[in-house]
């Protein structure tokens, strides 16, 4: 089990509001192992985002509270964490790249400033300062003629310089720049960025929105997370640019050894990019499985639903089938299965119970009493 | 009606969260009433005179004292909210109609008639406005009436560009579209469309200007251009006491306090409805 | 492709919307926004416009309702041109054509309640009002699976897929023959959009409309459409009918575009095209073929000379200089 990266237990979030409390994560499991691709898919007011932001503990407060749960990284609960903590977890171990970059990207920094602001606020750049220092004199000293004084010289200070490597001294603030601003070009490199050494130097609004996004996956990558939480990532982005990314993060996975987590509405990027997919409905996760198997045999109704419901590209359909009902007020979800109201094969005990996590095959989870009696 | 009716409710609650806009809501009630109710509540009417109660200082018979020739401060201090409310609620509200319609009228067509209108309203913008309103009041004849009048003049042109701007961004918007896409004549979309959507950030406006002409008309009859001496208008009153300053200080303060409090609780009333209308269309 | 009758026609259709600059605001450039577009739409037709942002579908749209001008070109519906009539003539058109915008948040006036948002365009066009107009709001109401307690409710209280089938119903008070659906259910849930897609095919069938169908999504277009047209940065592609296109897409710009589309299906794999570079602006387009920056495929002459709209096949439209 030391497989996993990101252990969830139990989470439930509300919002308190005017109107009432919003339940929108209630009792949620998940597992996110390491070096894995897991998808979060689900409508709008699932909970899927709500989710996202309650591992970064980024859910706005008030309204919304995490009443109960854990959120186990590597073996630490995340919830017991204090915010200082957290902020050194954010953007360092778990990062995140959201829907639409031109929304979240500040307009008035240059992209090298936004990028290396959060390299610098988590990584200690001595040893990278000094190494850029030793960079440098040797570059002076490949031009000198080697049995010149000053060459001497230089590589008697390399030598010094290379001896302070186990200590590196504090360095003065525009080296520190100076080296962030390298990795910062290391990590635009990273992610194709076209001629990243100009692109550290613009503004967002001079960069197309797929190159946006590029930069914020740059910076989300920027301090070598175990986790990329990329809510809704490609939703803004065209058709062809989406592609691009959706490519990028296919490279990136085997390059970098972290785990993503896509959330998404988008069946399709499920099935191209996901190891496994967490189904979820109304602020609970209903089927949890591999990508295959998922598409392969759905087991849950909603799940089937909502397979049936998207027009295929690849596939001929008369007329779509559609779910009967609406998604749930979550301020008084139904009792028992959230979905039972709209479940063609609804029995007694849905209406009165929550279903638990039934295993019927090995590796698939589904939240549904055909599968399952209670206390199994 | 349920839905308005929630909807005002949800305003209600909203307005309750902060102390500040509460007690500014409270002192606005208490003025409207202290003006409504004046007849039942004054001891005495507001030009009556006793003159061998002047400059009498707080007393139980004259809560606020009495003026040089006599006058109840307190009586006269309540008639005259009665003459500075209406003054604030005409100017603001004739201001408000002749801005709003010239403004959207102008920002939707756009091109010429909009240059137009903007080059008047920046003639009348470059002057500074109580040296305007003063020329108005003083050309048309120094009484209250004049003044509304002058103020009127002097507010709208604020509103128009208010407005405007507002209107500017809501003809791009698809409702708008859509209104023409079904037939719609340009003057239904701009009143019936355009402009009840514009309104918003004007009503936060209006209401701090509610506090904006008090204090504006109160000055201007300081020095003389709105209601001849001895009217029972706070501006006049303050000035009435200027000369008794030190003497008779309850004269000018009272007064005084009315007009600080009056404007205040407009201030505070704007910047509630402020707060409460902007986040709200956040839906 | 259906024998019916052409309703509407659309011949060279361009709109360059100038860009103002210098202080008389003079046109200092252009957005070749639409840059000559031809198509045809039979009677009872569907016919898709896809395409990525900022090529031009949605202007298209909006030009055949005149809701924007035109700036050269020719829209024949039922056979007369009204590319340039002027408003009192296109005042009584406007019953026929109607549109169903994108966003159902924006296309509704917050202020009004639905009876009045519905019942608007009878009222301005005179066709009735009053108690009459109560009626017939609320029979429309229904035929799109509302209920009169919705009437007096403002659209805030509802959900996008209602709001969506408040603004199907707008667009059905009069009667029109032509309806442009601008990307109408991009913004809705994938449950709400199936059933707002089979509202909207029943209600073709029941009433016997022609739909322009706008949309960047290809698999929503192909469920919907006869007949499809691929738009890149202000011209069309390719036109086909449904099956002709995706049995076989001719253009490379087609070709990339059907393969980025990820399939809700782990088991099927396809030629993988990612096309390098950003969508391109239509203010200053490419010389010679618009997509050639891009394509794969691209030779000499594609950077020298546009390509033509060329029937290659019976129906199969292509503009490329590889395919003739």
Redesign the interface.
């Known amino acids: 089990m030391s497989d996993i990266l990101i252990s969830i237990r139990n989470l439930s979030t509300y919002f308190y509001t005017?109107a009432g409390v919003v339940k929108a994560l209630e009792g949620v499991d998940l597992e996110i192992y390491k070096r894995e691709t897991l998808g979060l898919v689900g409508e709008t007011g699932c909970g899927k985002s709500v989710t996202a932001l309650s591992i970064m503990q980024l859910v706005p407060n008030p309204p919304g509270k995490i009443v109960s749960g854990q959120i186990l990284l590597e073996g630490e609960d995340l919830l017991k964490k204090s915010e200082e903590e957290m902020r050194k977890i954010r953007g360092a171990k778990i990062s995140m790249v959201f829907q639409d970059p031109m929304t979240y990207i500040n307009p008035v920094l240059t992209i090298g400033d936004q990028i290396s602001e959060v390299i610098l606020l988590h990584q200690d750049l001595r040893k990278e300062v000094l190494a850029l220092k030793i960079e440098e004199l040797q570059g002076k000293l490949e031009k000198l003629d080697p049995t010149s004084g000053t060459a001497r010289d230089f590589k008697s200070k390399i030598e010094e310089l290379e001896k302070k490597m186990i200590d590196p001294p504090k360095p003065s603030k525009s080296d520190v720049k100076k080296a962030a601003l390298k990795k910062t070009i290391e990590t635009l490199k990273l992610v194709r960025m076209p001629y990243p050494e100009r692109v550290v130097k613009q503004y967002p609004h001079e960069l197309s929105g797929g190159m946006r996004q590029r930069a914020m996956i740059a910076m989300a990558l920027s301090c070598g997370p175990s986790l990329l939480i990329a809510d809704e990532a490609t939703t803004a982005l065209d058709v062809t640019i989406q592609a691009q990314i959706l490519q990028l993060l296919n490279e990136l996975k085997k390059e970098i050894g972290a785990s993503i987590l896509i959330i998404t509405h988008d069946l399709g990027i499920v099935a191209e990019m996901c190891d496994r997919v967490g189904v979820m409905y109304a602020g609970v996760v209903v089927e949890y499985t591999g990508t295959k198997a998922l598409f392969r045999k759905p087991l849950h109704p909603y799940t089937q639903g909502l397979l049936r419901s998207i027009p295929k590209l690849h596939k001929e359909i008369e007329r779509l089938e559609i779910i009967p009902g609406s998604v749930p007020n979550l301020i008084y979800p139904p009792p028992g299965c959230r979905f039972h109201p709209r479940c063609p094969y609804v029995m007694d005990i849905c209406r009165k119970e929550r279903p638990p996590m039934f295993e019927p095959e090995e590796g698939h989870f589904v939240a549904c009493y055909l599968y399952g009696q209670r206390g199994d | 009606?349920a839905?308005r009716v929630r909807e005002l409710r949800?305003t209600i609650?909203l307005l309750k969260q902060s102390p500040l806009v509460v007690a500014g809501f409270i002192l606005m009630f208490a003025f409207i009433a202290m003006a409504v109710f004046a007849p039942w509540i004054t001891p005495y009417g507001p030009e009556e005179r006793i003159w061998e109660s002047k400059l009498q200082p707080p007393s139980s018979q004259h809560i606020f004292g009495t003026d040089e020739s006599g006058g109840d401060i307190f009586s006269r201090l309540i008639w005259a909210s009665q003459l500075d409310l209406a003054i604030a609620v005409t100017v603001v509200g004739t201001a408000m109609a002749i801005g709003s319609a010239m403004g959207a009228v102008s920002g939707y067509l756009g091109g010429k008639t909009d240059e137009v209108m903007m080059r008047i309203t920046d003639i009348f913008l470059a002057f500074p406005a109580l040296i305007l309103a003063m020329t108005i009041a003083a050309a048309l004849g120094r009484n209250l009436t004049n003044l509304t009048i002058a103020l009127i003049i002097v507010w709208w042109p604020a509103y128009a560009r208010l407005i405007r701007g507002q209107v500017l961004s809501e003809r791009e918007?698809?409702?708008v579209?859509?209104?023409?896409?079904?037939?719609?004549?340009t003057r239904?979309i701009i009143f019936r469309?355009v402009l009840?959507?514009s309104i918003y950030p004007l009503l936060v406006n209006a209401t701090l200007d509610l506090g904006g002409v008090i204090l504006t008309a109160a000055g201007l009859s300081f020095i003389g251009f709105g209601a001849g001496a001895g009217i029972a208008e706070w501006g006049r009153m303050i000035a009435d006491g200027r000369n008794y300053l030190f003497q008779s200080p309850w004269m000018a303060t009272f007064p005084g306090l009315a007009i600080l409090l009056s404007a205040l609780a407009m201030n505070l009333v704007g910047d509630g409805l402020r707060d409460v209308l902007d986040p709200r269309l956040r839906? | 492709m259906s024998t019916a009758e052409t309703l509407l026609e659309v011949k060279e259709l361009k709109k360059h919307f100038p860009i103002r600059g210098g202080i008389f605001g003079r046109a200092v450039g252009y957005v070749y926004a639409v840059d000559g577009v031809s198509f045809k739409i039979g009677k009872g037709e569907t016919m898709g416009l896809v395409g990525e942002s900022g090529c031009g579908k949605t202007t298209v749209g909006r030009c055949i309702?005149r809701?924007i001008e035109p700036t050269a070109g020719e829209i024949l519906f039922e056979g007369e041109d009204i590319a340039r009539i002027d408003d009192k003539q296109m005042?009584k058109l406007?019953?026929k054509m109607?549109?169903v915008?994108?966003?159902p948040y924006?296309?509704?006036?917050?202020?009004?309640t639905i009876k009045d948002i519905v019942g608007?365009?009878m009222l301005?066009?005179g066709i009735a009002k009053g108690l009459e107009l109560r009626r017939r709001v609320l029979e429309l109401l229904v035929i799109v699976g509302l209920s009169e307690d919705h009437m007096?409710?403002?659209p805030?209280?509802f959900s996008g897929g209602q709001r969506q089938r408040i603004?199907v119903a707008?667009a059905l008070?009069?009667n029109p023959e032509f309806i442009v659906l601008d990307e109408p259910t991009s913004s809705l849930d994938v449950s709400v959009q199936a059933q707002t897609l089979n509202m909207l095919q029943d209600l073709q069938r029941k009433l016997d409309l022609t739909y322009l169908f706008i949309s960047h999504n290809l698999s929503v277009i192909k469920h919907m459409s006869e007949k499809i047209a691929v738009m890149y940065l202000g011209k069309i592609v390719e036109i086909a009918s449904k099956a002709e296109l995706f049995r076989s897409q001719l253009h490379p710009y087609t070709q990339a575009l059907f393969a980025a589309i990820p399939i809700p299906d782990p088991e099927i794999s396809r030629e993988r095209i990612v096309l390098g570079g950003d969508v391109p602006s239509p203010v200053n387009p490419p010389s010679g073929c618009r997509f050639n920056p891009r394509c794969p495929k691209m030779i000499p002459v594609c950077k020298e000379e546009e390509p033509e709209l060329i029937e290659v096949r019976k129906g199969h439209y292509v503009a490329c200089h590889l395919v003739k």
């Open positions: 005017y | 009606m839905p949800f609650f918007k698809l409702y579209e859509a209104a023409r896409a079904v037939g719609a004549p239904r469309h009840p959507n839906r | 309702l809701l005042i406007r019953p109607q549109i915008f994108q966003d924006a296309s509704l006036n917050p202020r009004m608007e365009p301005v066009n007096n409710r403002f805030h209280e603004g707008r008070s009069l």
